[in-house]
């Protein structure tokens, strides 16, 4: 079945390191990833779509198909990057999007 | 920048009560959906709209639930007899396509007690 995993809860780092939020997936057809973030008590917003191959805010995210993987990274984090972050699959032959369990990323000062 | 309005914001209601949730897409978006949220738990897909008619649905859209675009601006999701376990946050969201990505709602929090 298709599947998203996003192994992290939650990912603390400081201001200023780098980080990777990891999302692997399932699903032998042409796949379409997102990433959404959601801040405090806000509502899900598109970040990135791999199609684009764009950086919002300075996060970057490549399909590997090799890995089915489309891990978030971003090279120095800031306390402003504090959300939550979801990973989602779109099938070709569908027009849902399959989410991940969502990681929390906290940014420490 | 436009937005997918979701109301109520939040909506309490007695287990066996019919429920109306209610969203306005943003208005040139021709693909709409409805997503849930139970605590703790991923975001479930429920169905998609195209065209006035369901073009998917999953399988926790069973009978109970229902959608409509009553006047050309507003999307529905109708819950009847609603029972404890629809309690959820429920999203909204339009798309000018699939493979643009959607644009969400801020959710309404429904609560079945």
């Known amino acids: 079945a298709q599947r998203v995993t996003q192994p992290e809860k939650l990912l603390s780092v400081f201001k200023g390191a780098p980080v990777e939020l990891k999302c692997n997936y399932s699903?032998?057809?042409?796949?379409?990833l997102f990433w959404y973030v959601q801040y405090s008590r806000q509502r899900l917003q598109l970040l990135l779509r791999?199609?684009s191959r764009e950086s919002i805010k300075g996060f970057t995210a490549d399909l590997n198909k090799g890995e089915t993987s489309f891990h978030l990274k971003k090279p120095f984090a800031q306390e402003e990057d504090s959300a939550m972050y979801y990973c989602?699959?779109?099938?070709?032959?569908?027009?849902?999007?399959?989410f991940g369990s969502g990681t929390r990323l906290l940014v420490r000062p | 920048e436009p937005e997918v309005t979701q109301t109520p914001s939040h909506q309490v209601t007695q287990m066996g009560q019919e429920v109306i949730l209610r969203c306005v897409p943003i208005?040139?978006?021709?693909?709409f959906y409805w997503y849930r949220q139970i605590l703790g738990q991923k975001v479930e897909f429920l169905v998609s709209?195209?065209?006035?008619?369901?073009?998917?649905k999953s399988e926790i859209f069973d009978d109970q639930f229902s959608v409509e675009r009553p006047d050309g601006s507003n999307f529905t999701l109708k819950i009847r007899s609603t029972k404890l376990e629809d309690s959820a946050m429920y999203f909204c969201?339009?798309?000018?396509?699939?493979?643009?990505?959607?644009?969400f709602g801020s959710g309404t929090r429904l609560t079945v007690v």
């Open positions: 969201a339009s798309s000018a396509g699939p493979i643009y990505g959607y644009t």
């Open positions: 699903y032998s057809g042409s796949p379409e």
């Open positions: 791999h199609i």
């Open positions: 989602a699959l779109k099938m070709d032959s569908s027009y849902k999007l399959i």
């Open positions: 208005s040139n978006h021709l693909y």
């Open positions: 709209f195209y065209n006035n008619e369901i073009s998917e």
